[in-house]
C-alpha cells in the first residue's frame, strides 16, 4: 500500500521559511517523479514543483520560481520542499503527489495534505 505522509507544515510570519517534508513507503520511489501541490482557501488546486525521478531536474511555477527549492533523497525514499521569503498568499494545504516517471502528467498517488499559513 502506497503511503506519502507530509509533515513540516505550521504557522509562521511573512518573510519567514518552513521546510516541508513528505515520506513515502509502499512505492519504488527512485521511479517516481515527485511533485508539491497546493490548494489555498476557496480556490483550486495548484502546481508548485516538482522533481525528477532520478533528482537532476527540478521546476517550478513563476510564483515559487526563487523562494522554493524542491529536493529529494531516495535512500531515504523522501522529498522535501524548503520555502523561503513566505508570503500570506502561500498559505495553503500542501500536497506531496508521486507520477510514474513514464506517465506524462497523472500524478498516481497522494499525501493527506500540510497545513501553511503565513501572517502578514
Known amino acids: 500500500q502506497v503511503q506519502l505522509v507530509e509533515s513540516g507544515g505550521g504557522l509562521v510570519q511573512a518573510g519567514g521559511s518552513l521546510r516541508l517534508s513528505c515520506a513515502a513507503s509502499?512505492?519504488?520511489?527512485?521511479?517516481?517523479?515527485m511533485g508539491w501541490f497546493r490548494r489555498a482557501p476557496g480556490k483550486e488546486r495548484e502546481y508548485v514543483a516538482h522533481?525528477?525521478?532520478?533528482?537532476?531536474?527540478?521546476y517550478y511555477a513563476d510564483s515559487v520560481k526563487g523562494r522554493f527549492t524542491i529536493s529529494r533523497d531516495n535512500a531515504a525514499n523522501t522529498v522535501t520542499l524548503q520555502m523561503n521569503s513566505l508570503k500570506p498568499e502561500d498559505t495553503a494545504v500542501y500536497y506531496c503527489?508521486?507520477?510514474?516517471?513514464?506517465?506524462?502528467?497523472?500524478?498516481?498517488?497522494w499525501g493527506q495534505g500540510t497545513q501553511v499559513t503565513v501572517s502578514s
Open positions: 509502499g512505492l519504488t520511489f527512485s521511479n517516481y517523479v
Open positions: 503527489a508521486a507520477r510514474y516517471y513514464t506517465s506524462p502528467t497523472r500524478y498516481d498517488y
Open positions: 522533481i525528477s525521478w532520478s533528482g537532476s531536474r527540478t
